[in-house]
């Protein structure tokens, strides 16, 4: 296949999260393959600006309004474009210019502008793991209705996608997405019963922003990641496996229909699944460090203990319900995980109060974009009373 020469113009939503840095990072990396379009931040207006001084996109989005004046103050001599409001961020995805779109928003947040751009045949680059959470069977019913490819960005998306590169007629009998553990493998009930925010952050592998870290630590994300997966590669529940593999060195397991299995390993760097969905289907030169097999004389795999994290079974639950079930267990987990990061709750909480929304919230088993933002509003104000009770 021969390379293009014209550069890939990126709009990245959430450049100033963790994954939009290491996106920036590669782009630094790649001047000649990559070029920044559209850049948007929620509140952080000062890294946004200087992000948007250096890369020079067509167009940024601040959604806080309230920092808008600043942004565009700083940007209109740079000649830079701003717009603010989170109604920006749908349309300024289906600028004509863009050829990728990156989202890196955290949470619900990003499903609308994941659709709209969906909608604008825009190739997705998907870090943004509730927008197939939550509705995931409308997002990937439009991607096929405007032939859009999503391209996975959470390093065990980008694994299982590389293990089937040329393998995408063969059947796939079961696939493995492996966990770390987090800071807190192996604790018992009683353990965590007093574990503070603090504790919960200090993640013994992966860089990620606080949500995330702390969703890693109750094996929350890893079962978004089991729901996503569902939806990506079009799995039923029971043909999506966690293991628990502290090193975070293979990154996840295919296993075929004859027994083979095909695994991804790599040193824990998001910047290797971030390059390969923006080069995709190219793989290009990194300097990122190399993996050696003699640093790691011991590759080690547990089993996930679903009792204990009983976030990872709520995700199964959700999975099996289908309808809005995994929509109400994202939103409860947005605001009892911002909660406990706040010193509201305490850690065993967060499973507690997920559990409770997603079993009283309106169940809806075949429903509509406007049902998902309304089952999304019910779950958020019934966790925040149970948030208030504790």
């Given at each position: 296949m021969e390379e293009t020469t014209e550069k890939k113009k990126i709009a990245i939503l959430g450049s100033t999260g963790s994954i939009g840095i290491q996106a920036l990072e590669v782009i630094r990396q790649h001047p000649d393959k990559f070029e920044v379009e559209v850049l948007t931040a929620n509140t952080n207006s000062q890294l946004l600006i200087e992000q948007s001084i250096e890369f020079k996109p067509n167009a940024v989005v601040i959604v806080d309004?309230?920092?808008?004046?600043?942004?565009?103050?700083?940007?209109?001599?740079?000649?830079?474009?701003?717009?603010?409001?989170?109604?920006?961020?749908?349309?300024?995805?289906?600028?004509?210019?863009?050829?990728?779109?990156?989202?890196?928003?955290?949470?619900?947040?990003?499903?609308?502008?994941?659709i709209a751009a969906i909608e604008a045949k825009k190739p997705i680059a998907l870090a943004n793991k509730e927008a197939l959470v939550v509705a995931g069977e409308l997002v990937t019913k439009l991607a096929d209705q405007h032939q859009v490819?999503?391209?996975?960005?959470?390093?065990?998306?980008s694994a299982i996608f590389q293990c089937m590169a040329g393998e995408f007629h063969n059947k796939i009998e079961k696939i493995y997405l492996t966990a770390s553990g987090g800071p807190f493998r192996g604790w018992s009930k009683d353990q965590l019963r007093n574990v503070n925010p603090s504790q919960a952050l200090k993640h013994p592998n992966w860089e990620m922003g606080a949500k995330i870290t702390i969703d890693s630590a109750t094996l929350m994300n890893k079962g978004l990641e089991v729901i996503e997966a569902?939806?990506?590669?079009?799995?039923?529940?029971?043909?999506?496996?966690?293991?628990?593999?502290?090193?975070?060195?293979?990154?996840?397991?295919?296993?075929?229909e004859d027994g083979s299995m095909k695994a991804?390993?790599?040193?824990?760097?998001?910047?290797?699944p971030i390059q390969y969905a923006m080069a995709y289907p190219q793989r290009i030169p990194s300097n990122f460090p190399r993996f050696n097999f003699l640093d790691y004389p011991q590759l080690t795999f547990e089993k996930a203990d679903m009792k204990v994290f009983g976030n990872l079974q709520l995700a199964y639950d959700a999975l099996e319900k289908e309808g809005t079930a995994a929509c109400a267990l994202n939103a409860a987990n947005e605001i009892s995980n911002e909660a406990f990061r706040k010193g509201q709750i305490g850690f065993l909480d967060?499973?507690?109060?997920?559990?409770?929304?997603?079993?009283?919230?309106?169940?809806?088993?075949?429903?509509?974009?406007?049902?998902?933002?309304?089952?999304?509003?019910?779950?958020?104000e019934l966790a925040r009373l149970y948030v208030d009770k504790k």
């Open positions: 309004d309230s920092n808008y004046k600043e942004v565009a103050d700083k940007l209109w001599k740079e000649d830079i474009k701003t717009y603010s409001g989170q109604e920006a961020l749908s349309q300024v995805v289906q600028m004509e210019t863009i050829d990728l779109v990156l989202t890196a928003l955290v949470g619900f947040a990003g499903l609308a502008p994941t490819p999503i391209l996975p960005v959470d390093s065990e998306h569902r939806w990506l590669f079009g799995l039923k529940g029971n043909q999506i496996d966690v293991i628990v593999h502290p090193q975070s060195i293979l990154h996840s397991i295919v296993q075929f991804q390993m790599g040193l824990p760097d998001m910047k290797l967060i499973a507690d109060i997920n559990e409770k929304v997603m079993n009283s919230c309106t169940f809806i088993k075949k429903p509509t974009i406007n049902d998902y933002f309304n089952c999304d509003t019910e779950a958020r």
